[in-house]
């Protein structure tokens, strides 16, 4: 990810099922979302050694979501993320992607298990992620006075 990206992150993180599902980042600008890319997406890069990556298509490498590991302060696991934009939904990019982002993390980590969470009507992300091997663990809030979540879990030895 690179500040060069930061039209696409204007573009997905505007998408109206980002901000009902994930939440509005206030990215509206060029300059909000190469601050975003580096406060946030390259930091955790920096701190972690793992976060989101650019989802391209192979043929015109067109950007059309992002998936990776991320590791956030809320949860004790690793978790998977991902997020694409509209035209590219349900034409399995998001499985595709998700998979290798897990295999990766297998190699790269040696991750005993891996979390996910999703908002508990996200209907779409909930089929993915139980399509991949993912089990419901339970509902939870991130941190105090926020809305809970879909939590699961996946074991990496589970293929």
């Given at each position: 990810m690179h500040v060069?990206?930061?039209?696409?992150?204007?573009e997905l993180l505007n998408d109206p099922d980002w901000i009902e599902f994930i939440g509005d980042k206030h990215v509206?600008?060029?300059d909000?979302?190469?601050r975003y890319i580096e406060s946030a997406l390259q930091a955790m890069v920096?701190?972690?050694?793992?976060g989101l990556d650019i989802v391209e298509r192979k043929s015109g490498r067109?950007?059309?979501g992002l998936c990776g590991l991320i590791k956030r302060d809320a949860l004790e696991d690793v978790d998977l993320g991902f997020a694409f934009l509209p035209a590219w939904r349900a034409m399995g990019?998001?499985?595709?992607?998700?998979l290798a982002v897990l295999?990766?993390?297998?190699?790269?980590?040696?991750?005993p298990q891996v979390a996910a969470i999703t908002s508990m009507h996200?209907?779409?992300?909930?089929?993915?992620?139980?399509?991949?091997?993912?089990?419901?663990?339970?509902?939870?809030?991130?941190?105090?006075?926020?809305?809970?979540?879909n939590f699961y879990l996946r074991q990496m030895d589970a293929g």
């Amino acid at each position: 990810m690179h500040v060069d990206d930061a039209d696409f992150i204007v573009e997905l993180l505007n998408d109206p099922d980002w901000i009902e599902f994930i939440g509005d980042k206030h990215v509206h600008s060029r300059d909000d979302a190469r601050r975003y890319i580096e406060s946030a997406l390259q930091a955790m890069v920096a701190r972690h050694g793992l976060g989101l990556d650019i989802v391209e298509r192979k043929s015109g490498r067109v950007p059309i979501g992002l998936c990776g590991l991320i590791k956030r302060d809320a949860l004790e696991d690793v978790d998977l993320g991902f997020a694409f934009l509209p035209a590219w939904r349900a034409m399995g990019y998001a499985r595709e992607a998700s998979l290798a982002v897990l295999a990766h993390g297998a190699r790269t980590f040696v991750l005993p298990q891996v979390a996910a969470i999703t908002s508990m009507h996200n209907v779409r992300s909930i089929r993915l992620l139980e399509s991949i091997g993912f089990v419901f663990q339970r509902t939870r809030a991130l941190f105090p006075g926020a809305a809970d979540v879909n939590f699961y879990l996946r074991q990496m030895d589970a293929g």
